[in-house]
């Protein structure tokens, strides 16, 4: 379905001389004098290259509608991620590099919105936070504030991040997927 340039928001998907592209940004840009135009931020579905375009407001853009289903994270092997399907039950792999940084997130039974066109998975969208265990950190200095400081952590699936002082080894804290961030203690 063709729409203008202006219309374009990130998650939006394109086709550009028959190669599928999501958007990552959509900036309009009024300049003082002159068309005003829309700068968009693309990656192509297929080799995961990023490309810049940009387009007269009102230019045509063919936009393709995609399905998003939920699907079950079940495992991994070696550079696919395998999904299960909650409706129907049949599996999916998808390439590690469709999920992207936040793959090490990924636990057993997780729930994820997986993006399809023509049966092949274009994205996964992971769920906002996740709960993991601190395996090792350092212990708290006596004196320390806690209104800047930070210390490294590793998590219960290898990844290091910072976080406040007062968090011992075996809390469990909420991290924010999209920041690679520690938020706040879990509540369990």
Request: without cysteine; glycine residues 6%.
């Amino acid at each position: 379905m063709k729409v203008n340039a202006n219309q374009l928001r990130k998650g939006n998907v394109v086709e550009i001389n028959n190669k599928l592209y999501a958007v990552i940004t959509a900036q309009n840009i009024q300049p003082g004098k002159g068309t005003p135009v829309t700068q968009l931020d693309l990656r192509d579905l297929a080799s995961g290259l990023k490309i810049s375009e940009r387009y007269r407001t009102t230019e045509s853009v063919e936009r393709v509608f995609i399905e998003n289903r939920e699907f079950t994270y079940l495992y991994a092997e070696e550079d696919t991620l395998t999904f299960m399907d909650v409706e129907n039950y049949e599996q999916l792999p998808v390439p590690r590099e469709v999920v992207g940084d936040s793959s090490v997130y990924l636990q057993d039974g997780m729930k994820v919105d997986i993006a399809l066109y023509d049966g092949k998975a274009v994205s996964v969208e992971m769920p906002q936070t996740v709960i993991l265990d601190v395996t090792d950190t350092e212990p708290a200095v006596k004196g320390q504030t806690a209104a800047s400081s930070y210390k490294p952590a590793i998590l219960s699936n290898g990844v290091r991040i910072m976080v406040p002082p007062f968090v011992g080894i075996g809390t469990r804290i909420v991290i924010n997927v999209a920041e690679n961030a520690y938020m706040e203690r879990a509540k369990d």
